[in-house]
């Protein structure tokens, strides 16, 4: 896999690295003297800044076969640009689509397709983002049948909007998909679905809206810690716990938002990533490599268009 490294990443443990059974000598370090900014046009970047990090493993990514994958933390834009542009999307694939992992009540985790990607979709977008979540999910988690839900403003077969009521229609239909009908966003985070569908503007304000949610809970806890002299020993007595829900709530540290519908791995880390963060991501392409799920979502789509021809 490759690497693109964020001028605010923070490097990656060397015991990480030499868990793989890399030895000193084996990694390559190319130098890269542009660099993609978040103000640079999505579009405009690869052409105007050739020799940056991100084009410069991207073109890896496309011309050399032994690459399975890459990791970056730029620019999102860019990242999607290089995705779809250089490696490609599946054939068959109309929108690839951002899928983080995030944390449940429980032990198990939750895929969100799609958090941002795709701010207008057609309701055969939101099917493809059901079955990729799904195909991702069974090779991630080992779960033979995902749970798959629709995003939506109640529970209801009848409930949503126009095109969460056609993409009902159609992923209800899919043999392939354990689909569970209409979910509510406070349902997110219960353990009840494995797989959380929604075109990309709903996706991404669930998804920040339950992020400004947590940082509201954690500073008024904070908040009202410092407002007594009991509170503060209560907190200090508690602190292990304490650090324990917010390691468990950060879902960064669970990796980052794999681009799905493209013909390699491609994972987009968050641009204020650190270490850990970092590490996982890594782990995500190499997982996504290794199980060939960009190959099995490829199969999955040329079977579902055989059978609708039929």
Do not use: W
């Amino acid at each position: 896999c490759v690497f693109e490294r964020h001028h605010r990443t923070g490097n990656v443990g060397k015991g990480f690295i030499s868990g793989f059974g890399i030895k000193d000598g084996a990694l390559e370090v190319l130098n890269a003297e542009d660099v993609v900014t978040c103000n640079d046009k999505p579009t405009e970047a690869f052409k105007l800044k050739p020799n940056s990090s991100m084009n410069v493993a991207f073109e890896l990514l496309r011309n050399d076969s032994s690459y399975g994958g890459i990791v970056t933390s730029g620019s999102t834009g860019a990242a999607l640009v290089g995705g779809i542009f250089k490696v490609g999307r599946i054939k068959g694939i109309r929108r690839p689509c951002l899928c983080p992992i995030l944390p449940t009540l429980g032990e198990k985790k939750v895929l969100l397709v799609d958090c941002g990607a795709n701010v207008d979709c057609k309701a055969g977008d939101l099917a493809q983002f059901a079955l990729m979540g799904s195909i991702y999910c069974r090779e991630l988690f080992g779960i033979e049948k995902p749970k798959v839900a629709i995003l939506s403003n109640g529970t209801e077969d009848e409930k949503g909007c126009a095109l969460s009521k056609e993409a009902f229609s159609l992923v209800k239909d899919m043999d392939n998909i354990d689909f569970c009908g209409n979910m509510e966003a406070r349902d997110i985070f219960s353990g009840k679905y494995d797989v959380i569908v929604s075109d990309g503007f709903y996706g991404n304000v669930a998804l920040k809206s339950a992020e400004g949610a947590i940082n509201l809970c954690l500073a008024t806890i904070k908040d009202q810690v410092k407002k007594s002299f009991l509170s503060k020993i209560g907190a200090l007595l508690m602190k292990k716990a304490f650090k324990g829900v917010k390691t468990k709530i950060d879902y960064n540290k669970l990796g980052g938002a794999v681009l799905l519908g493209v013909n390699k791995a491609v994972v987009k880390a968050h641009g204020a990533a650190k270490e850990g963060t970092v590490e996982k991501s890594i782990l995500q392409a190499y997982y996504l490599a290794q199980r060939n799920v960009p190959q099995k979502i490829s199969e999955e789509i040329t079977k579902n268009e055989a059978e609708g021809e039929s």
